[in-house]
């Protein structure tokens, strides 16, 4: 179309718009069949919410004036491509590390709105993987690519090298209220870098080999509310629990193909009860373990549906056991909600 | 100063991919995918380097091993929601899926590692040997789809089904085994396809070596890539062309010369920059150096800079789609529009010139190396041709049938009979017309003298310089046309017309109009402008052809007025006060 014939038809539009600026959030997608785990008629520990590929299905609506420059100009790309780190706020902010964008979705519910960290065209972030917060509201995430942490202001929405230092290749990030330290994995030299909020290295936890208290290819961080740090050690096929000071507590999992068993773990959460949930990234599921390690219940299959992944990587899930979960090659996030012994009731999405 | 030394080395890797050499091991254990402690791996720099002997270990990150059902899941113990794990044979493939966005089969095993965390994500280049072109990829809108389909974005597709039709331009799979590339079951390819990940002997787990200093030539695209033309003996970015200089490194590189596998910036068709044509004319500062004056084969680049040009570089639109409908309905203009990389060639090069530098010589309207193997559009304005056999069918594609006003042109002649759609100012049917499309009717006595027995035929190149130039119109020599001129020379017509015979009349052989055309171009008002001039070529003759008219006489309403008439003999124009004036019509 040609602009001026654009122009003209804004005048025709504009009242149209004008009629559906106040129409209705666009709900997100539900599903209609009931996505339960373990399924019925056992008691259902997980239930699915819904999914999200790009941020207007969390609700967060296009402003009339936006609707208005997306006709006029052509509109923004805001599809999610293809997901690895997710994190949730207790402002109900919902972030989501785009690697194959090369940008952070923040998609905002408090106050329905919808931005990006990174711009894609000029390169700011090469390999975004993770992405963790503070109690001050500043973001921190790892780019594997350059070995840089960036931290990132949410309320002067200013991005920042964070400290002057570069590390090898850092993924999974995690900060610890407990002492207030920021745990980074630094993948290429197999160990977890400890960082204080001024930017200053602390500590290193592990080295190489295949020894509990070891790792081979570390990826992935959580951690739990008693401070303890959970670590994907990758191709160890297991998952490490330290306590904050780096002290091994114990390891959860070994490989194999059965379930209950590691093949590619990636990303690691925990929920209010302290049960541990693992992406199994090749066996497209998510496997839930208790604190001592023994294997509860996986959820989810191959495939594009709902309830169906394909190479999860990255997990995160919020104070009310909201589960996130990044579908990496369904380029979308999907929640879940843990079920929880006080509340028997399922939810609605919203 | 030391560690500084070191994470400025650290700083380096990243970028530039592969800067140290790795373990060119046939046996996995000797390669990068030996990630068991035992590996060796990129030697490290701050760990020591361990030897263990549990050597099974290397399989393990790859083959999980057969673990028979132990106790099950604690909160489903009654039934098993655990169908989804695939039995020991075959615990990569999933056949059952077939939507090739979704990677499938081994190629999954590969991507749970190359995710940017257990190893490198944006598989970097690892070969470049035209130094550093954008390091870092960047991205087009995942809506646009082209044939092939966009898996992985800028990465050579996978999991999709081998296409095979005999003629066309993929190599039969049943040949395929002998040359070392596996399909996978369904004739699916997969990373598996190029890639052997246990035997990194050609580097990169390749399993044909494909580096050029090594291998040259890119076996391993060629392999299944049969680009037709591709081994033609004049396709010159295959074999290098006669230039010593460059050739060995342009045959030695072969499809990298303009193609990368992983990571590519030209998203579509995985070319080495994001902007289609700055592939071919590289911009100096990305640190390429083809066609842009760096080496000898042509500074295309500067030609793309000039005042008037075909906008290749990022002006125009650039959607170009291989198979799009004939004659072009989207305004776009690439080099691949008019050239074809894979076969063009140095014969004939420069078009029409009786002696170039590769035999056999370009004779109108014949297509000569350069323009080899382009798609066109025939006289008619309205069928495809694929090739194009003749010049003007590449320019037709454009220019010709409805389509062809693409934008209001800037300030030009206001013709008393407009016509954009060349194929219709060219049509053997007009009365007059230079010999683009049709032979030349009359008997050339205009020509200069080496052409009147000789140039029965054109080139549109023998006017237009099409990817730049300094004149309007894109035109190959100077060529005033507008009212006054104080110009005395018109150096774009008199290329092939004999001026003398034109306009000296007192030559002992001299066209009828001789007189005329003197006091026209030469001493037309006595003044200079702005108060008075002479009328250029322009003002009376249209260069491409005129339905109604004898030798090309279209009248520029500027100057002619509104209503100019001409009859073969006479002209009625409002240019004169006193009129018509006389002139026998002439050969």
Known sequence: M????????????????????????????????????????????????????????VGIGKGFWQRVGEFVFGEEESRIRKPYGVYHDDHDRLFVVDVGASL????????????????????????????????????????????????????????????????ERPTGIA????????????TAVHQVVVFSLDGMERMRIG???????????????????????????????????????????????????????FDKPKGVAVDSEGHIYVCESLFDTVQIFDEKGRFLLNFGTTGSEEGELRMPSGIFIDSNDYIYVADTYNKRVQVFKYLNHKSTKGIKAE | MFIQAIALFALLLPVTGESRPAPRGSSIADTPHNFSVSGIGYPDKRLPIYQSKKEERVCVFCHSPHHAFSD???????????????????????????????????????????????????????????????????YTAPSININLGRNLADDHPISFPYFYEPGGELEDPELLPAKGIRLSPGNFLECTGCHNPHDNSNDNFLVINNIPEENPGTPLCIACHRKAGWDDKDSVHSTGGGDAFNGPLVKAQGCANCHLPHSAPGVVHLLKSAVPSATCANPVESGGSCHNGLKNDGDILSLTKKSYRHSVLGGANDDHVETEVLPARVKHV???????????????????????????????????????????????????????????????????????????????????????????????????????????????????????????QIYCCDCHSPMGSDEAHLLRGRNWETYPSIEVDYPLCFRCHDSEYLTNPTLG???????????????????????????????????????????????????????????????????????????????
């Open chain 1, 207 to 261: 080295s190489r080999g295949e020894k509990p208290g070891q790792f081979n290819y570390p990826t992935d961080l959580f951690v739990n509310a008693r401070g303890e740090l959970l670590v994907t050690d990758a191709l160890n096929a297991r998952i490490q629990i330290f306590s904050s000071a780096g002290v091994l507590l114990r390891t959860v999992g070994t490989v194999g193909d059965a379930p209950g068993f």
């Open chain 2, 72 to 138: 099950g899941p604690l909160w489903s113990r009654e039934i098993d929601t655990n169908a989804l794990y695939t039995p020991y044979f075959s615990t990569t493939l999933n056949p059952k899926h077939l939507r090739p966005d979704q990677p499938l089969g081994a190629s999954r095993l590969c991507l749970s590692c190359h995710d940017g965390t257990i190893a490198i994500g944006k598989l970097t280049r690892s070969f470049s040997l035209d130094e550093a072109m954008p390091a870092a990829a960047t």
């Open chain 1, 2 to 57: 040609k602009t001026t014939l654009r122009i003209k038809l804004l005048y025709l539009t504009l009242f149209l718009l004008l009629l559906n600026a106040c129409a209705t959030t666009p709900s997100a997608k539900t599903s209609n069949r009931e996505l339960l785990w373990p399924p019925l008629p056992l008691e259902t520990r997980i239930q699915w919410v819904m999914e999200l590929n790009d941020y207007q299905d």
């Open chain 2, 509 to 587: 052989s001299h066209a009828p109009s001789a007189a005329f055309h003197k006091s026209h171009l030469f001493n037309h008002t006595g003044a200079n402008p702005p108060t008075g001039g002479n009328a250029p070529c322009s003002s009376c003759h249209d260069p491409h052809g005129v339905a109604n008219n004898l030798f090309l006489v279209n009248f520029d309403l500027r100057y002619a007025g509104s209503t100019p008439l001409y009859n073969g003999a006479t002209c009625t124009v409002a240019c004169h006060g006193a009129n018509p004036k006389n002139i026998n019509s002439y050969p």
């Open chain 2, 334 to 456: 690439e080099c691949v529009d008019c050239h074809n990389p894979h076969q063009s060639g140095a014969e004939g090069v420069p078009l029409g010139a009786g002696n170039p530098a590769v035999m056999p010589a370009s004779q109108a309207p014949a297509v000569n190396g350069a323009l080899r193997g382009v798609r066109g559009v025939d006289q008619s304005g309205t069928a495809e041709l694929t090739p194009a056999t003749a010049e003007y069918q590449i320019c037709f594609k454009c220019h010709a049938s409805t389509n062809a006003v693409f934008k209001a042109f800037i300030v030009h002649p206001l013709r008393q009979s407009e016509q954009f759609d060349q194929s219709l100012r060219f049509s053997s049917d007009n009365a007059s017309y230079h010999p683009v499309v049709g032979v030349r009717k009359k008997n050339g006595n205009s020509l200069l003298l080496k052409y009147t027995n000789s140039m029965k």
């Open chain 1, 175 to 186: 900060y610890n209220r407990v002492n207030k330290l920021l745990y980074v994995a630094d």
């Open chain 1, 104 to 167: 952070i979705h923040v998609m905002d519910r408090e106050k329905n709105e919808y931005y990006t960290i990174g711009d894609h065209k000029k390169n700011t972030l090469r390999t975004p993987i993770a992405v963790t917060e503070d109690e001050k509201e500043n973001l921190y995430l790892t780019d594997a690519g350059t070995g840089v942490i960036y931290r990132y202001d949410l309320v002067k929405r200013e991005l920042k090298q964070f400290g002057s230092f570069k590390l």
